[in-house]
């Protein structure tokens, strides 16, 4: 039996309009997988406490290098120290070179992956570049834990 015109041309354009609909999904999963390989997240040492953030993920920790734990590992490029929001502490491991502006006291970013022993492996150290910069989630963070300075004269 043959369909009349008229319901053969509906059902052609429900057909070409499902596989635009598919093509166009399949197109957003793709870009959407590519974007979450390559999204580094930001995080608190409260954030890694507070939350199982996941293990052998890349990822950005903040806050302060802890007064007294910096230590360098003896015949190796290795330094060890903890970064605080004066909440919760995370130790890291860094080996090579340290920016200039590395101190205890000081802000620190930290890229890299947290491991299954909780230590956080970095692949790059970034200390702050003058008295009146830190990243802003670092700063909401010592805000909300009441311990955050405000230095007069900062440059907005």
Known sequence: MKLPKARAAKRRRLTVLLLAGLGLGTAAALTLAAFDDHLVFFHTPSDVAAKKVPLDRQMRIGGLVEVG????????????????????????????????????????????????????????????????????????????????????????
């Open 69 to 156: 734990s910096v230590e360098r590992v003896a015949g190796s490029a290795e330094v060890r120290f903890k970064v605080t929001d004066l909440e919760h502490a995370v130790p890291v491991a860094y080996v090579g070179v340290l920016p200039d502006l590395f101190r205890e006291g000081q802000g620190v970013v930290a890229n890299g992956k947290l491991s299954a022993d909780g230590t956080f492996r970095a692949g790059e150290v970034l200390a702050r570049h003058d008295e009146n910069y830190m990243p802003a989630e670092v700063a909401e963070a010592l805000k909300r834990s009441g311990r955050w300075q405000e230095t007069t004269g900062s440059a907005k």
